[in-house]
């Protein structure tokens, strides 16, 4: 039996190519703490709010978000998979990029077809740099606003930011039409099987009509100018709804309104997430790990992200595996705070998504 060393385990977001799932039926490594920066941490809109539902605020990415609330992580990860949950997601950066040069700037810093998006179609990709490695995972829409939407992860913001205002700049000064502004909204992400009938009640657009990683501005309750998008990070049916600041604490208690919808926090992000094969960056791709393949400097493998998985009823790792030992069904030694432990390489998900698609 072939032996895998354990990492650290964090939190994390979507794409990973050449990562091996890995099922073990014996406890798992303890987690890293969230964050650890000493800067003051920042508030989303709804921080008084997560607070007045008994949200436990923890730091995370350098902004204090709900872990979980009155429930437990295992009860709100099960609600998810079998109803819906609400997640504060107002942490992540979103940005619009616009003018006639738009898409040049875009497909210049990423490895995404953006020319080929039709209008309101969005695509998963990767801002990479010159060797390859990955500087973050994000989702660019191409709007039929003749804008591109872009949401990218927290923890990366500040290397986003210099990397798209550089390139702007470079463009610019080249004589281009580009620009871009950051957009300054609340981000909620309603996730589960029943998401889009709860959504639905809430505004008059067909929503049969908006399938995975599609997007359209609408009224949603009585709220103008919110932008949905058919997305989500979890496996499941879901939205994230981009909604004015001031109006996000209106959002979040008319859906609550809805016995079908529960607040859910990092925690059961985290495991929804990892049971649906999606990976976190800076745990399981990062600088060093191309979209191809991962920096196996083991004599193995390493396992890059792990947790119980609420709803198999066992534990399930992400990571890294030399490639003749990567076939389905190879059994390892994983090595968890020093001790060996058996376990398998599985296809993943492990747990089937459900993303919404027009039959």
């Known amino acids: 039996m072939q032996r895998i060393r354990s990492s650290a385990w964090r939190l994390f977001d979507p794409l990973c190519s050449g990562a091996a799932g890995v099922r073990s039926g014996h406890p798992t490594a303890a987690r890293r703490p969230l964050s650890s920066g000493q800067e003051p941490l920042k508030k989303t809109p709804l921080?008084?709010?997560?607070?007045?539902h008994g949200g436990k605020m923890v730091s995370f990415a350098g902004w204090s978000l709900p872990v979980q609330y009155r429930d437990s992580h295992i009860e709100s990860h099960l609600?998810?998979?079998?109803?819906?949950?609400?997640?504060?997601?107002?942490?992540?950066l979103q940005t619009k990029i616009f003018g006639q040069d738009r898409v040049k700037l875009m497909e210049s810093l990423v490895v995404g077809d953006i020319a080929e998006l039709k209008p309101n179609q969005g695509t998963?990709?990767?801002?990479?740099?010159?060797?390859?490695?990955?500087?973050?995972?994000?989702?660019?829409?191409?709007?039929?606003?003749?804008?591109?939407?872009?949401?990218?992860?927290?923890g990366c913001r500040e290397k986003d930011m210099a990397l798209m205002q550089n390139k702007v700049?470079?463009?610019?000064?080249?004589?281009?039409?580009?620009?871009?502004e950051v957009i300054d909204n609340a981000l909620l992400a309603l996730q589960g099987p029943s998401a889009a009938q709860v959504l639905q009640a809430g505004v008059s657009d067909d929503l049969r009509k908006l399938t995975f990683m599609t997007s359209a501005v609408m009224d949603v309750f009585g709220i103008p100018g919110?932008?949905?998008?058919?997305?989500?990070?979890?496996?499941?049916?879901?939205?994230?709804?981009?909604?004015?600041?001031?109006?996000?604490?209106?959002?979040?208690e008319a859906l609550l309104e809805n016995k079908e919808v529960k607040l859910a926090g990092l925690a059961a992000r985290d495991s929804l997430r990892l049971e649906a094969g999606l990976c976190l960056y800076g745990n399981d791709i990062d600088e060093s790990t191309t979209p191809v393949e991962g920096s196996l400097g083991w004599t193995l493998g390493e396992i890059t992200s792990g947790c119980p998985s609420p709803c198999?009823?066992?534990?399930?790792?992400?990571?890294?595996v030399d490639g003749k030992?990567?076939?389905?069904?190879?059994?390892?030694?994983?090595?968890?705070?020093?001790?060996?432990?058996?376990?398998?390489?599985?296809?993943?998900?492990?747990?089937?998504?459900?993303?919404y698609t027009l039959k």
């Open 312 to 320: 198999l009823k066992k534990n399930v790792a992400m990571g890294y």
């Open 124 to 154: 998963l990709t990767l801002f990479t740099n010159e060797e390859g490695g990955i500087i973050d995972d994000l989702i660019v829409t191409n709007t039929s606003n003749e804008y591109l939407y872009v949401v990218s992860n927290a």
């Open 79 to 92: 609600h998810t998979r079998r109803h819906c949950s609400l997640f504060d997601v107002s942490h992540m």
């Open 325 to 355: 030992h990567s076939k389905i069904g190879t059994q390892l030694l994983v090595e968890v705070r020093k001790k060996q432990q058996e376990a398998v390489v599985s296809k993943m998900p492990f747990v089937p998504t459900r993303y």
């Open 169 to 180: 700049s470079e463009l610019r000064s080249a004589g281009c039409d580009v620009n871009m």
């Open 47 to 52: 921080f008084d709010f997560h607070q007045s």
């Open 226 to 252: 919110c932008r949905v998008t058919r997305c989500g990070y979890t496996g499941e049916d879901g939205v994230e709804i981009s909604v004015p600041a001031e109006k996000a604490v209106h959002l979040a």
